[in-house]
């Protein structure tokens, strides 16, 4: 994109190849949808094929397919930034990243992991496609009449509620962004985005689609916790039922569909950082941080070689959105016997002993703390370092390289030097 003499936009790429064609590209993968959405994707259409009613289900999975290509970026480029993995292999790239070199990151935008030995990182491209294809589809399916689409009012909860996903990640974690070919957009403008679109998702699943309403409410639990609006984050976070999970599905029918993050330890790329090595809780190993010393050295033939547990196949799922965090933002927001209720709820799940008020000091650092185990490579670690202020790994990391000062993922250039709103 960088060398094109048009300097055209991502989003202009986008429509200039047909969100048809796109879509039902992207589809074919999308192995996890089959048990949202009963539809049977067809083969390539053109963008003017999808004022059929018909494909409406064809828009979502393809929104769908494209958010979970990018999430299955989100997690090992955090755990990367954070040091829940170190670098166990010697190319440039990877390395340059896990030092956090800005130029490095700032000519890369990201992209859908196209191998197993995966060294690239950065996510901006696919979740802007992700939100793109969830915000066009559900500008479609809104010009459909309603008889129609019998599921209209669930198709739009659920395409509003994963454009709300887009958005969170964006503004949670890169410094800024820019949507449309739009000018620069503030984390606080993003986040902002985030929870207006959260709010759609969750009026148009009050009518029976229960599901997305609770992935919804958690993702405006954590927007509002991210603006500041404690109160309005716990509001949402109390109604999300116990149990509730929504996941990211990711399956072996191409590289594409694979869990990244499994593929990036099994390759002996990446290596689970120290402070996640041997946690203990009472004397006993924390089943929430499973991992384990291989007794070998990582592809750079240096590094030892720690392995995650958490995920054991190429097809394990991603937690999108769960009653497990809506309890953890809820501890956060009430502090208190509340948080200590919420924090035992969720330790329960893993038979850990319960907390008690009296012998807590520091609240906020001990559900930080529950958070950073419970949420072990799922992406979150990475933003409760940037809302409050926690310092990213500094001095040497484990190649004896310098990291360089942080504090959130740059615009990459492509947006920069492509979008005349922003400027390079």
């Known amino acids: 994109m960088l060398n094109d003499t048009r300097r055209t936009t991502m989003i202009e790429r986008v429509r200039a190849m047909g ?17 949202l959405l009963e539809v049977e994707i067809p083969g390539r259409v053109q963008e003017d094929d999808l004022a059929n009613p018909a494909l ?25 930034l954070t040091g829940e993995f170190v670098s166990s292999n010697f190319f440039l790239a990877s390395n340059a990243w896990g030092r956090r070199e800005e130029p490095f990151m700032l000519e890369s935008a990201g992209e859908c992991p196209a191998g197993r ?38 198709q739009l909860a659920t395409l509003n509620a994963y454009a709300a996903y887009a958005y969170l990640h964006l503004g949670q974690n890169y410094c800024e962004i820019a949507v ?32 997305i309403r609770n992935m919804a409410l958690v993702g405006r639990a954590r927007a509002r916790l991210n603006l500041g609006n404690a109160s309005g984050a716990a509001s949402d976070a109390e109604q999300v039922p116990e149990g509730f999970v929504r996941n990211a599905g ?6 594409r569909r694979e869990n990244s993050t499994f593929n990036r330890t099994d390759t002996d790329y990446l290596s689970v950082g120290e402070g996640w090595r041997g946690l203990q809780v009472e004397g006993e190993p924390d089943p929430r941080v499973r991992v384990e010393d291989t007794g070998r050295f990582g592809q750079d033939g240096t590094t030892p070689q720690w392995d995650q547990l958490k995920y054991t196949s190429r097809s394990d799922p991603i937690a999108i959105a769960s009653w497990r965090e809506a309890q953890l933002i809820l501890a956060e927001a009430r502090g208190g016997q509340e948080a200590v209720d ?11 002993p319960p907390l008690e008020l009296a012998e ?56 920069r030097f492509n979008n005349p709103n922003v400027g390079g």
């Open 19 to 35: 969100l048809g064609a796109l879509t039902a590209l992207l589809v074919l993968g999308t192995g996890a949808c089959d048990s």
């Open 56 to 80: 409406a289900g064809t828009l979502v999975a393809g929104a769908l397919g494209e958010f979970e290509c990018a999430f299955n970026q989100v997690v090992p480029t955090h755990a990367f």
């Open 117 to 154: 030995d995966v060294a690239l990182y950065g996510y901006y491209t696919p979740m802007q496609r992700a939100r793109f294809m969830a915000e066009d589809a559900a500008r479609r399916i809104e010009e459909f009449d309603e008889a129609s689409v019998p599921d209209r009012a669930s």
């Open 180 to 211: 449309d070919n739009g000018p620069l957009m503030t984390r606080e403008q993003t986040l902002t985005a985030a929870e207006d679109r959260f709010s759609t998702a969750i009026e148009l699943a009050s009518g029976g689609a229960d599901e």
């Open 360 to 415: 807590i000091d520091d609240m906020l650092a001990t559900v930080l703390e529950e958070r950073r185990r419970e949420f072990f490579l799922e992406g979150q670690r990475h933003s409760d370092m940037i809302r409050h202020d926690i310092p990213f790994p500094s001095g040497e990391n484990n190649k004896g390289q310098l990291f360089q000062p942080y504090s959130c993922i740059p615009l990459p250039n492509v947006e």
């Open 250 to 255: 990711y399956s072996t029918a191409s590289i």
């Open 342 to 352: 919420a924090m035992n709820r969720v330790r329960a799940l893993h038979d850990l």
